[in-house]
């Protein structure tokens, strides 16, 4: 028999564990299930694009991104969650400015993965808390992690907002400084799936959920999760553990009253449409 292929997308972050661990293992072929894990760098955004264009079946994707896409009219469709816990967004500026006080942050640009990204999204979150809205001109797209490194190793003062944890690296390498955390009242993760997807391969992706899903108890209770994170995402055994103390997976319906939160964000802040646009 033939198996049931699955493209899917997620970031290069050890949020991700579980899905690699199942594959290593053989959990999804064992289901007559051939998962085509696609790795982003670019994140949410770029994501978001390859499922419009048909590139991929599902996404892990942050979950104001995820929002912000739906309700522009993006054919996907929240199908679980993925991590209940809000993601902790480090703002980072370069090192070696004079950056550190909130007050020494207003009217500086921002640095984003891409328009429509959780950075991008997360930035604007950021600046509304400072008492300014950033345009057009004070968003700079540097595609990922990267392109954000080199951005803050020349020129003028820059923000980037992204996962605590993963950019890590590059403050202990003396890039970027961590000058505040920033999280949402929402899940740090979903994942999504094409609308036509949804119709048309129903019960592959639920199997792929309840496979995922049996991962996800597995690694909870595993006497072995911070070596499989220090190997996964390349922390020490101090980072490991300290980013498991802030994670919670879990797949399960969305709460209402989370997301209801998030879309009232997204349109205070003019992301997408209002409610009154939406329902006419």
Same mark, same amino acid.
């Given at each position: 028999?033939?198996?049931?292929?699955?493209?899917?997308?997620?970031?290069?972050?050890?949020?991700?564990?579980?899905?690699?661990?199942?594959?290593?293992?053989?959990?999804?072929?064992?289901?007559?299930?051939?998962?085509?894990?696609?790795?982003?760098?670019?994140?949410?955004?770029?994501?978001?694009?390859?499922?419009?264009?048909?590139?991929?079946?599902?996404?892990?994707?942050?979950?104001?991104?995820?929002?912000?896409?739906?309700?522009?009219?993006?054919?996907?469709?929240?199908?679980?969650?993925?991590?209940?816990?809000?993601?902790?967004?480090?703002?980072?500026?370069?090192?070696?400015?004079?950056?550190?006080?909130?007050?020494?942050?207003?009217?500086?640009?921002?640095?984003?993965?891409?328009?429509?990204?959780?950075?991008?999204?997360?930035?604007? $979150?950021?600046? #509304?808390?400072?008492?300014? *809205?950033?345009?057009?001109?004070?968003? +700079?797209? !540097?595609?990922?992690? /990267? &392109?954000?490194?080199?951005?803050?190793?020349?020129?003028?003062?820059?923000?980037?907002?992204?996962?605590?944890?993963?950019?890590?690296?590059?403050?202990?390498?003396?890039?970027?400084?961590?000058?505040?955390?920033?999280?949402?009242?929402?899940?740090?993760?979903?994942?999504?799936?094409?609308?036509?997807?949804?119709?048309?391969?129903?019960?592959?992706?639920?199997?792929?959920?309840?496979? $995922?899903?049996? #991962?996800?108890?597995?690694? *909870?209770?595993?006497?072995?999760?911070? +070596?499989? !994170?220090?190997?996964? /995402? &390349?922390?020490?055994?101090?980072?490991?553990?300290?980013?498991?103390?802030?994670?919670?997976?879990?797949?399960?319906?969305?709460?209402?009253?989370?997301?209801?939160?998030?879309?009232?964000?997204?349109?205070?802040?003019?992301?997408?449409?209002?409610?009154?646009?939406?329902?006419?």
């Amino acid at each position: 028999m033939a198996l049931r292929r699955v493209r899917i997308a997620g970031v290069p972050e050890p949020y991700n564990l579980p899905w690699h661990l199942a594959m290593e293992k053989g959990a999804f072929k064992e289901a007559g299930i051939e998962l085509e894990w696609h790795t982003v760098h670019e994140g949410t955004g770029r994501m978001c694009r390859m499922l419009r264009e048909g590139e991929l079946d599902m996404a892990v994707l942050v979950t104001e991104g995820a929002a912000a896409d739906i309700l522009n009219g993006g054919p996907i469709r929240i199908v679980s969650t993925f991590v209940e816990s809000p993601l902790p967004w480090g703002v980072h500026v370069p090192a070696g400015s004079a950056l550190r006080a909130p007050a020494d942050l207003m009217q500086v640009p921002y640095a984003i993965s891409r328009r429509g990204s959780g950075s991008q999204i997360m930035a604007m $979150l950021h600046a #509304e808390s400072l008492g300014w *809205r950033p345009e057009e001109r004070d968003l +700079e797209v !540097v595609h990922n992690m /990267a &392109g954000a490194a080199a951005r803050m190793s020349e020129g003028s003062p820059i923000i980037f907002l992204w996962e605590q944890f993963v950019t890590a690296r590059y403050v202990d390498a003396g890039v970027m400084r961590c000058v505040d955390v920033v999280r949402g009242d929402w899940p740090g993760f979903v994942i999504v799936a094409r609308e036509d997807y949804i119709r048309e391969q129903a019960a592959t992706m639920e199997a792929v959920l309840v496979l $995922l899903a049996r #991962e996800v108890a597995d690694l *909870r209770t595993g006497p072995h999760v911070v +070596e499989l !994170v220090m190997q996964n /995402a &390349g922390f020490s055994e101090e980072r490991a553990r300290e980013w498991l103390e802030g994670v919670e997976w879990r797949l399960d319906q969305p709460s209402y009253l989370r997301l209801s939160a998030l879309v009232g964000t997204l349109q205070a802040l003019k992301l997408v449409p209002s409610e009154k646009a939406q329902g006419s």
